[in-house]
């Protein structure tokens, strides 16, 4: 884990700021070799407190110093706003779920991907495609991503982060993805639905292009023709 790049509070950039230490704690000793010793930042540009731990190893006469956590862990990406409106339910379980892998918790970040795509294909049913909520209810994962008739990429993210969530609820695994892999599928997922939203609101106009090149294909056809 590295020192956070944007700041928990107002997400502008820290990455230079690492110097920002306004308090550093005793080390606590939890094994033989190692110890955690909590810091206390000061973000330079909203003045908010941060706090970062640290897990000091020490090997013979060397100690090695890493960044184990950070809190608070905000999400701060570039999150499609048309996505986020068309579930907010999703939106704001993917920013815990990506809290708890910024925290190193792993199966609690996989798991809450699941239900983000739980969420994001529910209210994509319901707002999209106007399937009613008891239609949809008693169905499976699997059926109501069948129900989504998208494009064949929204097919293949849906199901790799449908069987990524099985893998990681269940005993028995299937794929061999990594945590980092799943995340990157999602953001995948929300940028191609994004751009399947941006279609109505420039259908009109390229509705209109379309037929003024077919009526000017056509004066040129003619317009050959009679020569």
């Known amino acids: 884990m590295k020192f956070p790049e944007k700041c928990p509070h107002c997400g502008k950039d820290i990455s230079d700021n690492k110097s920002s230490v306004v308090y550093r704690s005793e080390p606590y000793s939890y094994s033989k070799n190692s110890e955690i010793r909590l810091q206390t930042h000061e973000c330079p540009h909203c003045k908010n407190a941060f706090f970062v731990f640290k897990t000091l190893t020490y090997m013979f006469d060397l ?19 048309r996505v986020k409106k068309l579930s907010q339910n999703a939106y704001d379980i993917y920013s815990e779920a990506y809290a708890a892998r910024k925290c190193g918790f792993e199966l609690l970040a996989s798991a809450g991907l699941r239900m983000a795509l739980e969420w994001l294909v529910w209210d994509y049913l319901i707002v999209i495609k106007g399937k009613k909520q008891e239609e949809i209810e008693p169905l499976k994962l699997k059926s109501r991503t069948d129900m989504m ?6 097919d293949i ?25 799943a995340f ?8 191609l639905i994004d751009e399947e939203l941006q279609l109505p609101e420039h259908k009109s106009r390229l509705d209109e292009y379309n037929k003024l090149i077919k009526e000017y294909n056509q004066n040129l056809k003619k317009s050959n023709q009679g020569k």
Do not use: A, M
């Open 63 to 81: 100690c090695h110093e890493q960044v184990s956590g950070y809190y608070p862990v905000k999400y701060h990406g570039d999150y499609p706003e």
């Open 149 to 154: 008739e998208s494009s064949e990429y929204i």
């Open 157 to 181: 993210c849906t199901n790799l982060l449908r069987l990524y969530g099985n893998d990681n609820i269940h005993i028995t695994k299937i794929l061999d993805l990594t945590l980092t892999e």
């Open 184 to 191: 990157s599928y999602f953001d995948l997922l929300v940028r």
